[in-house]
């Protein structure tokens, strides 16, 4: 019989949704035992957000702060699995606080250490670099990272902040007046995600994940944007400095942190809607001498190789 335990964090509803359908050959199958548990902060962030609350949390998020998370019942805790399907959220270009934080516990090392991982993100769509730092987590819970599937919003980069921050304000996945389009993963997508459980489960069965991964992007498991790739290495960049400069030099809940976070969110606002068009014009008149670089990323991020310094 092979156990397998699928792990997550979901504020929505939407990464349960998702990975619930990626184990539904499992559920109809005798030989294996599914096990389920969702992380919890020991203090939850509340669903919809205030914008305070959202803006509040970059800081920690970023910086991967852990808090603490509820405890793990024992039962999951002392089994051994033959796979581990662990789902995430992006919070601000890094895995979501509650991720992290559990990523940082005690229960991950007991969990993860010698285990064969398949990770599953549905994100708006500005996920690379923060895969890139789960991947550096599951290297230090001498974990394997075996597949990954990695389910966006597939709308334009603009359409889809004005819809998810709509979303995430309102607690609603509904059509912003109407007009615009349905916010996250599409619908489609998700029920989609089906299809990924015989892939998984074949190599389960077989003992071996090899070329899980190329078998999961011929069913589309990751479709990358290469200028979403620039986007996201430089405001990594730029986030690192604010995430800094906000937690030295202010407290949490006070009147600095308030006023920092303000110039933070005026700063974002900027980034998306006057500085990111432009980087996207010189990504388009820098195309064709940059293919080479963008072949070799693509190829990079789409697997589950770990590269320390990734250029
Ligand atoms: C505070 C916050 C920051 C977010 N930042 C990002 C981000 O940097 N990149 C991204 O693709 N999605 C981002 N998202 C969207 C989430 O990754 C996720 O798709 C959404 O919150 C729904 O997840 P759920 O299953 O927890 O409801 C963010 C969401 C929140 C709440």
Redesign the pocket.
Known sequence: MKQVLVLH????????EIVNNIVTDFKNDDAVELHYHNIELEQN?P?P?TKKD?FG??PD?FLQHAKAVKPIPEAILNNTYDLIIFGY??????P?LPISSFLQSESAKTLFSGSKVVTV???????IM?HEKVKKHLKSLNASLVGNIAL??RHINHISVIT?VR??FSGKKKKYLGLFPKP??SQRDIDNAVKFGPVIKQHLFQNSFNDLQENLLKNDAVKIKPFLITVDRKANVIFTKWANFIHKSSEPNTKKRETLLKFFNVYLFIAIWVVSPIVFILFLLTYVFNIPKIKKQKEYYTSVELLENTK
């Open positions: 964090y979901s504020q929505s509803g939407q990464l349960t962030f669903f957000w959202f949390v970059f998020t959220q992006v919070w601000y270009l890094t979501s993100s549905g994100t708006r769509n500005m996920w923060a966006v919003d998810i979303w995430m996250g993963v």
